[in-house]
């Protein structure tokens, strides 16, 4: 069964700043890798998505994430964060004959002036 | 509808009390997904049907949890005699893709979710 880690539980960082939020998937072949975020309140948007080809896939709201095989992580990154990033984060695979897709436990991001 | 629905938004149930909560998937999308997430937790797998057909329940926690999907489109999830650990968030997601659709079909639309506070 798949399973995904993300080891930090709250993030903060200045406006502005770099962002880079970490994924570690488990699973015996490559999965389909996704990072969704999730606004007080609401349900959750699709940032982006990696399912073949180029490791390095750009999503929506400025952000990319980085497949890395060999680490088995799935990063998310941000070059520039705004104060309307501030939400919960979380990364996902969908594995299996129907892609059941599996959460990590998420990362709360808070974005200081 | 464009997006998925989700109702109620919000329901206060007391324990031992039946509920039912309501999704109304994309027009079209072949896969629904029932997931739970408490507070401070990431969503937790439930149940998954591929039109009519419930092909995955191995994530309902008991027996209480039952979900339907009659007609293939509007999806019900019952918890029956309600307990305090119920309490959580039920988000419904579907996807265009079924088990014979290209992988890259398969991206999740989530509802906003329906907040359950058992007392």
């Known amino acids: 069964a798949q399973s995904v880690t993300q080891p930090d539980i709250h993030i903060t960082v200045s406006e502005g700043a770099s962002l880079e939020l970490r994924c570690n998937y488990s699973?015996?072949?490559?999965?389909?890798l996704f990072w969704y975020v999730q606004s007080p309140g609401q349900g959750l948007q699709l940032l982006l998505k990696?399912?073949?080809?180029?490791?390095l896939v750009q999503g929506i709201k400025g952000f990319e994430a980085e497949f890395k095989r060999s680490q088995s992580s799935f990063n998310l990154r941000k070059p520039s964060v705004h104060w309307s990033d501030a939400a919960e984060y979380f990364c996902?695979?969908?594995?299996?004959?129907?892609?059941?897709?599996?959460f990590g436990t998420g990362t709360k991001l808070q974005v200081i002036p | 509808g464009a997006g998925v629905s989700q109702s109620p938004r919000y329901k206060v149930a007391k324990r031992g009390q039946d509920v039912a909560l309501r999704c109304d998937p994309i027009?079209?999308?072949?896969?629904l997904f029932w997931y739970q997430q408490a507070l401070g937790q990431g969503p937790e797998f439930l149940t998954y049907?591929?039109?009519?057909?419930?092909?995955?329940k191995s994530g309902l926690p008991s027996d209480r949890f039952f979900a339907e999907r009659p007609e293939g489109s509007v999806s019900t999830l019952k918890i029956q005699r309600t307990q305090q650990e119920d309490s959580a968030v039920y988000l419904c997601?579907?996807?265009?893709?079924?088990?014979?659709?290209?992988?890259?079909?398969?991206?999740?639309?989530f509802g906003a979710g329906s907040r359950l506070t058992v007392l």
């Open positions: 049907f591929q039109n009519e057909a419930q092909l995955d």
């Open positions: 027009s079209g999308h072949v896969s």
């Open positions: 699973y015996g072949a490559t999965p389909y």
């Open positions: 990696y399912f073949s080809g180029d490791t």
């Open positions: 996902a695979v969908g594995a299996g004959s129907y892609q059941k897709v599996t």
């Open positions: 997601a579907s996807s265009l893709a079924g088990t014979s659709e290209p992988s890259g079909a398969n991206v999740l639309t």
